[in-house]
T-cell receptor, first 114, second 112 residues
């Protein structure tokens, strides 16, 4: 059981480039989400999804796009990277429904935008 | 405006002593609280949680206390071990919301 798998682990981009951070889970979790972690800022929610075909914005959605075509995958797209998007990104998932509050996180993807 | 606050960025304790990590929140609608632990280069892992209908929850060496009137919760680790050295995040959830809100985290160092 792999849990939540994120790729790549490390990425360096130039300003204006685009890329996609991949996230896959094999726990059949309906809920998936993306967080970014910055020094002194904790974990901030970017986007989340409560099921295939359903996505919604979190606290810091600007500059990021998401889609949820399958239960397993929840990619995060940066269409035009900016230095402010240098961060560590975490994908997380959990079961959906009452009492299902514990997120399982991936190992993270460290992104540097030059 | 931060809804979940961990005002102390770090804490250092001796092995075998108690570690007390504090967390304050401003949103009175939060009804579920969680603590996550994070080691370097890894994702956060769930540690312990508490519902607002309780004021205490224990799991082995870890106990979380909730004071709803003060909008304050704390995590007690007794006895502390060097392997507990990590960053600890407090998080809160409002019933019906899908958005888990995290604090900034606190770095705990347990010295042998």
């Amino acid at each position: 059981n792999a849990g939540v798998t994120q790729t790549p682990k490390f990425q360096v981009l130039k300003t204006g480039q685009s890329m996609t951070l991949q996230c896959a889970q094999d726990m059949n979790h309906e809920y998936m989400s993306w967080y970014r972690q910055d020094p002194g800022m904790g974990l901030r929610l970017i986007h989340y999804s409560v099921g295939a075909g359903i996505t919604d914005q979190g606290e810091v959605p600007n500059g990021y796009n998401v889609s949820r075509s399958t239960t397993e995958d929840f990619p995060l797209r940066l269409l035009s990277a900016a230095p402010s998007q240098t961060s560590v990104y975490f994908c997380a998932s959990r079961e959906q429904g009452a009492g299902a509050n514990v997120l399982t996180f991936g190992a993270g993807s460290r992104l540097t935008v030059l | 405006d931060q809804q979940v606050k961990q005002n102390s960025p770090s804490l250092s304790v001796q092995e075998g002593r108690i570690s007390i990590l504090n967390c304050d929140y401003t949103n009175s609608m939060f009804d579920y609280f969680l603590w996550y632990k994070k080691y370097p280069a890894e994702g956060p892992t769930f540690l312990i949680s508490i519902s607002s209908i309780k004021d205490k929850n224990e799991d082995g060496r870890f106990t979380v206390f909730l004071n709803k009137s003060a909008k304050h919760l704390s995590l007690h680790i007794v006895p502390s071990q060097p392997g507990d050295s990590a960053v600890y995040f407090c998080a809160a959830l409002q019933g019906g919301s899908e958005k888990l809100v995290f604090g900034k985290g606190m770095k705990l160092t347990v010295n042998p």
